[in-house]
């Protein structure tokens, strides 16, 4: 198959896949509300399905330009959007309790994916720099940081509206203490990701520029992030921070993460101006 046939595949796939997530969003705001079961189990087979598509929709991507989904805003968006559901279908997959935290990652794989299609697919030219393990590895972990962050962060914002919200299984208000212990081990997971992203890329760094570091913008908002994370950590570890209190700084450190990973691309030039261009 050609270059063009595959490019074209992969924007068509991407667009059904974002309908697959929307449709899976109704039907678990629907079974929320009720409670009912069935519609929730639906809802999540549904997201499966979408994740299905959207994995092609990647694939054909890869195989047409010739590199992994991370250059452009439509590869990156696109490829958090992935790293999001599958952590989700995980945790769903062993903890069943935790199903009702589709309620936020399916609308957010949807705007993700629409708002990487709104940018526009272009393809654009990989830099030299952009070569080897670890840039993969760096990458990759950095998409499993947002993922299990934004994993903890849906569970905490559950947790603050756990009044209004039902559980299929039950039909009683869904257990906040749940949610808020799965949220501070999503948020290690996180911590750790991160961690282990800078990690990595400070290695690629030296490969690529000849220096571990060198305190660009987004190298600085990366290293603050995860100080953030680390904070949340010590204050539920050594102060017995949780509840109300946790979610909230919780979502400080999200936004952050979101600071880091897409705002200061967009708002100033860096030695990573080629990502998310």
């Not at 991370?70 to 958090?80: A, F």
């Not at 600085?220 to 017995?240: D, E, N, Q």
């Not at 979610?247 to 400080?252: E, I, K, N, P, R």
Request: charged residues 10%; positive net charge.
């Amino acid at each position: 198959m050609s270059a063009g046939f595959l490019l074209a595949a992969d924007v068509r796939l991407h667009i059904v896949a974002a309908a697959v997530y929307a449709a899976a969003t109704l039907l678990a705001v629907f079974g929320a509300a009720l409670p009912n079961r069935p519609v929730s189990d639906w809802a999540r087979r549904l997201g499966l399905a979408g994740l299905a598509v959207h994995s092609a929709g990647i694939v054909s991507r890869w195989l047409a330009i010739g590199h992994g989904p991370y250059l452009t805003k439509y590869e990156n968006l696109s490829s958090y959007a992935w790293m999001a559901v599958v952590i989700f279908l995980i945790l769903s997959w062993r903890v069943p309790r935790l199903r009702i935290m589709q309620l936020g990652i399916w609308p957010v794989a949807m705007l993700l994916i629409g708002l990487g299609v709104y940018t526009g697919p272009e393809v654009a030219a990989l830099p030299p720099t952009f070569s080897g393990i670890w840039l993969v590895m760096h990458v990759t972990f950095y998409f499993a940081a947002f993922g299990t962050g934004l994993a903890a962060t849906v569970a905490s914002a559950l947790y603050l509206t756990r009044r209004s919200i039902r559980t299929p299984q039950s039909g009683n208000v869904a257990d906040g203490d749940i949610l808020d212990s799965w949220a501070y081990r999503l948020g290690g997971l996180a911590f750790a990701f991160w961690g282990v992203g800078m990690l990595t890329g400070s290695i690629w760094a030296y490969y690529s520029w000849g220096s571990f570091w060198n305190w660009d913008p987004i190298e600085t908002w990366s290293l603050i992030t995860w100080v953030m994370f680390a904070l949340y950590l010590h204050m539920r570890r050594f102060f017995g921070w949780k509840g109300a209190r946790a979610a909230w700084l919780l979502f400080v450190c999200y936004g952050f993460a979101l600071m880091s990973l897409f705002g200061t691309s967009l708002l100033t030039l860096t030695q990573h101006s080629e990502y998310f261009k």
